[in-house]
């Protein structure tokens, strides 16, 4: 648990990334920093079936010598929002990403210490002697040591009203652990459960209908839940740095689990457990 103390003047708040890529902008606007991968899929989104699941982008502007994409800050005009970034899929990494990794193993002491700090016993004999871990090691234990490859979401964190952020709900391994975090976040509060659980649905009629979804490997992706006092509670789909489109005539399924060469990330399935979950919460 730590005090949140950056840009508080604000409802503006940041759960997941580099602190260094995002910029608050006047207008009820976010600046990202730049990514060609993403700016693609957003340009696709606004004229796609999940338009009104994603935030509103409004192209690319440069300030200070970076370019940024602007998107509508999804906590403008909220009261002591409490959020939560979930990461969705079973894996984090693209498959390119990870035969790039396997074809060039070098040692990495930057992993090797995350890992360390993270779990002291995560690392092998052999890594501890080497004071490394190759990249596409880590990759796959940051995965398994989360509940990405079995539930095919992770929770990356939840900023509650008061302002303190919690990370470590990554380490929820289980279903169990998993809801009793969604109770925590959301203080068991009847109403906005229920608002939740319909946008995660009306969210799976959308993907169903989606030539962006079918047509992409969603990866590192996450779901942004956001609500306030007023139970006025909403879902929204951000982070799209990592998703690309696949070869053409290809369409994902999103619901099977992956093989390396099938592309498939899992979406849906992280999806089915958040939504029963959420489910599970609202009749207890
Ligand atoms: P990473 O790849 O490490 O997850 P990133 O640099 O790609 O991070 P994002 O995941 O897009 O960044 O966003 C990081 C955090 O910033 C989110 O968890 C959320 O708290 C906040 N955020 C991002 N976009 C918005 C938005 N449009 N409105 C409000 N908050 C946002
Ligand atoms: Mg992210
Ligand atoms: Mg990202």
């Known amino acids: ?24 902008s006047e207008g009820g606007e976010v600046l990202k920093r730049f990514s060609e991968v ?36 999804l906590l403008s005009g909220l009261k002591n929002p409490v959020i939560m970034d979930c990461k969705m899929g079973v894996r984090t990494y693209q498959e390119e ?5 396997q074809t060039k193993p070098t040692l990495r002491a930057d992993m090797y210490l995350k890992m360390k700090k993270a779990d002291p016993t995560a690392p092998t004999k052999e890594e501890n002697e080497q004071q490394g871990v190759t990249k596409w090691r ?27 952020v919690h990370r470590d709900f990554k380490k929820a391994l289980t279903a169990v652990q998993v809801t009793e975090a969604l109770l925590c976040f959301t203080k068991s509060q009847l109403p906005i459960l229920k608002s939740y659980h319909s946008r995660l649905q009306a969210l799976g009629e959308s993907l169903k209908e989606s030539p962006f979804f079918k047509t992409h490997e ?3 992706s996450s779901l942004l839940f956001v609500h306030d006092r007023t139970s006025k509670a909403s879902i929204w789909m951000i982070d799209f740095g990592k998703t690309i489109p696949v070869p053409s005539g290809m369409e994902l399924r999103h619901n099977v689990p992956w093989a390396l060469g099938n592309r498939e990330d899992g979406y849906l399935i992280g999806l089915a457990n958040l939504s029963s979950f959420l489910g599970q919460a609202i009749d207890q």
């Open 1 to 24: 648990i730590m005090q949140w103390s950056l840009q508080r003047q604000s409802s503006w708040v940041q759960l997941a990334g580099h602190q260094g890529n995002f910029r608050l």
């Open 38 to 73: 993403e700016a693609v899929c957003l340009q696709a989104l606004m004229v796609d079936p999940l338009r009104s699941f994603v935030p509103q982008y409004y192209g690319s502007v440069n300030r200070g010598g970076h370019s940024y994409i602007r998107l509508e800050d």
């Open 97 to 101: 990403e990870l035969t790039r990794a």
């Open 138 to 164: 880590y990759m796959q234990w940051r995965d398994c040591n989360s509940s990405s490859s079995t539930l095919g979401f992770r929770i990356e964190g939840v900023m509650m009203d008061n302002g303190t």
């Open 218 to 220: 969603v990866i590192g």
